[in-house]
């Protein structure tokens, strides 16, 4: 059961998004619901259609599972740490964890790989073809510098590094793609054209 705002308790499934703080924000939700009851009543049934339906885009989304493929957008230390909880928890069912990472030049990048550096086997690093994109180059140093042991490799683009850690992985690793809404959205481009294919 779930209790909501101190006052109902629903009987509800788990969210249908992966990762653990998706439970605190599911619990945010309801409470906002439960408040707003007496004057936008919402009948429990609809609180659990919701639970089982939701989805975001890019937010720990898995899009493949042999190799398991994860996209998420987390472009900062505090979503950084998230995603790294929710690789620990997955880690047990996958032999390697592959990175597909590029981020732009002004975000704390030093930030993100040292709240993911543990959950991670091998980086493939690209450059963003934006002003503001930082170079593939100049992020493996951050790597290393953070991981002097890292396994890095540099690419001219997300759907390069992309394309290749496909071709490396095994089917019981995970290939995470992450570091900013432009890594994401090019490499779900990529994967959109080459399904109308």
Known sequence: GTQAAGTAIYNLPLPALQGRYQLNNAACAIAAVESLQSSLPVAEVSIASAMHQVSL??????????????????????????????????????????????????KDVKGVVEAVKNEIDIWYVASIDHLRGAVATDLAGIVTEVNPHAEVKTFENADNAFQQACIDAGENDKIVVFGSFFTVSSVMQAINDRSKN
């Open 57 to 106: 885009v890019g937010r720990f989304q898995t899009i493949s599972k042999s190799p398991y493929v994860i996209l998420d957008v987390a472009h900062n230390p505090h979503a950084a740490h998230a995603l790294a909880d929710n690789l620990k928890a997955s880690k047990l069912h996958h032999d390697k964890t592959i990175a597909v990472f590029a981020m732009l030049a002004d």
